[in-house]
């Protein structure tokens, strides 16, 4: 497993490198077919001009006329190369330079987009920490329980959600259709990922509610544990609640984050996994209340508010 961790730290390097030596050797490649290409039409332009010159020079002479202008040609190729040749220490020299200046521009912005990359990692490394502390995160109160004359059974629930301190930030009303709640949760596992490689972190979040007579895939939506940019509201910390990092680096990487998340490529490149379906499960009365604690390696568990 140790050497798993290894792989994958190695591999975080890696990357980019092997992207910077294929960039390198796509920059040779595209760099030297304009040369030759230049080079080309150099000599054929060279030869082309001096077989003009030469042949108006000569347009009185009896000579075999295609012959001759071929033979300037010909003559005019190799005084083109014989000037190429005198000129190619400095044209050589100027070669080199553009090409040292233009290879330096090229690395220098592979550096950077890795530098760039290596802080993102950090930044986003910072936010998980943030995000993986213990925390009474939810709260739900069992408002009703009524029984129709037809056996079916109602629960009127009011489920918060709670920051740190204990405040609520936001709720929502739920009518279930039964007498047991389960909270669903999505859980994401940092653990072979290149943001927390090598460490069991976990972070865990609830998203719907079903029961016993409503199946998961019928189940409510929480729609109170996000804001309009899809967020769970529960980890817009206060500035003061925020360790490791700025607040202004925590929440734009907190949404570069959850960008990743909702999107199942990004998670499987990045090395994120992220599932459902591990619910907290009780058959509540009326007026109990329960809270919702999640431990920094994912863990989940139910608590009754004694009053």
């Avoid at 030869?47 to 030469?54: M, P, V």
């Avoid at 029984?147 to 079916?152: G, Y």
């Avoid at 629930?157 to 740190?164: R, Y």
């Amino acid at each position: 497993m140790q050497s798993l961790f290894k792989t994958i730290t190695l591999q975080k390097y890696i990357k980019p490198l092997s992207e910077l030596l294929k960039d390198i050797l796509q920059f040779c490649s595209d760099f030297l077919i304009p040369v030759i290409i230049v080079l080309v039409v150099y000599f054929l332009g060279y030869a082309i001009f001096y077989t003009l010159k030469e042949n108006k020079k000569n347009k009185n002479e009896l000579l075999a006329e295609n012959r001759n202008t071929f033979l300037v040609f010909l003559i005019g190729i190799g005084k083109a190369l014989i000037k190429f040749f005198t000129c190619l220490p400095k044209i050589f020299v100027t070669v080199v330079l553009l090409f040292g200046l233009n290879l330096i521009l090229s690395i220098t912005d592979e550096v950077n987009e890795f530098i760039n990359n290596e802080k993102k990692i950090n930044e986003l490394s910072a936010v998980v920490k943030n995000l993986s502390r213990s925390d009474t995160i939810a709260s739900f109160t069992v408002n009703e329980k009524r029984v129709f004359k037809n056996q079916k059974k109602e629960l009127i629930v009011t489920f918060k959600i709670l920051s740190p301190d204990g405040d609520v930030v936001s709720s929502q009303n739920l009518t279930i259709n039964g007498e047991e709640i389960w909270v669903d949760f999505v859980n994401l596992n940092f653990e072979y990922s290149m943001i927390e490689s090598g460490k069991t972190t976990n972070i865990a979040y609830p998203y719907r509610v079903y029961s016993e007579n409503l199946a998961s895939s019928d189940a409510i939506p929480l729609t109170c544990v996000f804001n309009e940019k899809n967020i769970p509201v529960l980890y817009l910390l206060k500035d003061s609640d925020i360790y490791g990092i700025s607040p202004d680096d925590y929440f734009k990487r907190l949404q570069e984050l959850f960008k990743i998340v909702q999107n199942p490529d990004a998670c499987k490149e990045m090395g994120i996994r992220s599932f459902q379906g591990n619910a907290l499960h009780v058959k509540p009365e009326k007026n109990d209340t329960y809270t919702i604690r999640v431990e920094g390696n994912g863990g989940l568990s139910l608590h009754k508010e004694l009053f």
